[in-house]
């Protein structure tokens, strides 16, 4: 295993809307972000992901990019990115930015450009179609509600767009838009970012021809993830990225790739073929989907996910690399969808699940407010809501009568993705210590008892305990490049695993439940009689280890001894 330096690092994503506002118009900013470092370095992190702060319409709150070289004047301006870039490496903390390009903003110069004409030399900038005997191109459904395509009456065809018909797709086929964006990566490299995550970026290489896509009963569009997920052209895009870009920085590349497998990011991160370092899967977040998506709440149970994890630890052990997160910008909290947000369980399963994660191979994402336990938002009235994706599920569903407005609303509850984006909670103050305005999107009523402030006052607090699980993650080779084995593969409360590393072991078992199931050590660990404590959730005791009585949402390392 090639030791890398952002294997071995610990990121934290900050969604700059809702991080800190400096300036009190409601709006997250740069120099929010700046004046909030030192907590970040207490904290013991090594990278921050950066959501988009590039200069936007903000249609999808900045995932539609105007100018990829501008910062949205919201945010701040260049001379404050630049203050705090420099600031966070003065910390020790590198900067890996947001990297859009499956689509752009409709307002970008290259798009407004490819509109005005046919003949326009920026026409194949995008992908336009005509109208099929009048009707549109193909049958695909867009992500955020309704048809990918967007008649253009000014030169009189379609465009599509797999998101909001504000964010048209960039057509990757053409060489002269891939060296565009080459040259505009190699800028921002060359100011000092550090790396990318790159959004969509599986989807930005189509099927020729883009055929219909199969239609759902009760659906009125087709799916056309076929034809854009992992297409054709897609390595030979990302090894020419590799080749005219990446190669000559050292930098953390990541992939936000729905709809990929084991196989394919073996592809996609495999050490000989220069791609990207990891990619994000979204299997995990995925459990409990029903018909509709997100917006048909199921249960899942502990072994699905085991065997989730368990799949993608032992694909990429041994070429390839996971990335580990349970909550995104685009995902419910963590303790709302994994945990237990109960008054009485948030802090000790917010741990748990800290545990859980932290503890596999791969590089830990830690998401805004996952340190304090922050939890989901119960918004009564959808005018609350910011988020397009939300907004238009609801028109779409309710308006057609396929679910009810109860239950769209308690699916919201448990699945928007403005559950991960209303402001951070610092403080007790009005509107969380977030901004001394009127914030664009409601602050969770909880912040008075859930905030910075309070755990920074209490060390057995969950973010001292984050700092802890980070502490053992730099101290212990064995926690970053250590082998994954998974044990009580179909027990319904306990996951526990092992990872060893030289002749080193380590036992990490999680319970999932408010029960206090029987953890026994099996067969093949009946060798070892004792352990050392490392860290767990609960104080530090002396346990017989071939059977342990577990605690609610319990959660434990030990070293184990032969």
């Known amino acids: 295993m090639e030791k890398k330096w952002w294997k071995e690092a610990v990121f934290y994503q900050i969604y700059p809307r809702s991080f800190q506002d400096s300036n009190g118009d409601g709006i997250g900013d740069l120099k929010g972000i700046t004046s909030r470092l030192d907590y970040l370095q207490q904290l013991g992190i090594d990278v921050i992901w950066l959501s988009p702060v590039y200069q936007s319409p903000n249609d999808d709150n900045g995932y539609d990019i105007s100018d990829y070289r501008d910062i949205m004047s919201e945010f701040g301006t260049m001379a404050d990115f630049d203050e705090m870039l420099d600031a966070a490496h003065e910390r020790n903390i590198k900067i890996m930015m947001d990297l859009v390009v499956n689509h752009s903003s409709d307002e970008h110069a290259w798009f407004m450009e490819s509109r005005s004409s046919k003949d326009s030399s920026y026409r194949d900038y995008y992908i336009w179609r005509p109208s099929q005997d009048g009707k549109e191109p193909n049958n695909w459904g867009s992500f955020f509600g309704g048809s990918v395509w967007e008649w253009d009456q000014e030169s009189g065809e379609y465009y599509l767009h797999l998101f909001s018909k504000k964010q048209p797709d960039l057509n990757w086929e053409n060489p002269t838009l891939r060296n565009e964006i080459y040259e505009m990566m190699s800028w921002w490299l060359d100011k000092g970012v550090d790396g990318f995550r790159m959004d969509v970026i599986n989807f930005i290489s189509k099927v020729p021809g883009l055929p219909d896509g199969e239609v759902v009963s009760g659906l009125t569009y087709g799916n056309g993830m076929p034809f854009f997920a992992n297409g054709p052209r897609i390595h030979e895009y990302l090894q020419e990225m590799n080749s005219n870009v990446l190669s000559r920085y050292d930098l953390v590349t990541v992939g936000e790739m729905p709809g990929v497998d084991v196989e394919e990011a073996k592809l996609y991160t495999g050490d000989s073929r220069n791609e990207l370092n990891m990619v994000f899967h979204f299997e995990h977040v995925n459990l409990g989907y029903g018909e509709y998506g997100r917006w048909s709440v199921g249960e899942w149970k502990l072994p699905e996910l085991k065997t989730i994890f368990s799949k993608w630890q032992y694909g990429l052990e041994e070429s390839g690399w996971n990335s580990l997160y349970w909550s995104n910008h685009d995902q419910p909290r963590a303790v709302s969808n994994f945990g237990n947000d109960s008054e009485e369980y948030r802090i000790i399963s917010a741990k748990m699940l800290a545990v859980c994660l932290h503890m596999l191979k791969g590089s830990p994402y830690i998401y805004q407010g996952e340190e304090l336990g922050m939890t989901n938002v119960r918004f009564e009235q959808i005018d609350a809501y910011r988020d397009i994706e939300t ?84 101290e212990n080779e064995i926690v970053v490049y250590g082998k994954y084995d998974l044990i009580l593969d179909e027990h319904e409360e306990i996951y526990a695993y092992t990872r060893s590393w030289n002749d080193e072991k380590w036992l990490v078992v999680c319970n999932f439940s408010e029960g206090t199931p029987l953890f026994q050590l099996p067969e093949s660990l009946v060798s070892y009689t004792s352990a050392t404590w490392v860290t767990g959730n609960y104080a530090e005791s002396a346990r017989n280890i071939a059977s342990l009585e577990l605690q609610p949402y319990e959660a434990l390392v030990l070293s184990l001894k032969r």
């Open 391 to 474: 907004v238009n599920a609801y028109r779409d569903f309710c308006d057609n009568g396929l679910i009810a407005a109860d239950v769209m609303l308690s699916a919201i509850h448990r699945r928007s993705r403005d559950n991960a984006r209303t402001p951070m909670q610092w403080d007790g103050t009005p509107h969380g210590g977030f901004t001394t305005g009127i914030p664009w999107i409601e602050v969770n009523p909880n912040y008075t008892n859930i905030n910075a402030e309070n755990v920074l006052a209490d060390p057995d607090s969950i973010y001292y305990f984050y700092r802890k699980l980070i502490q053992v993650r730099k």
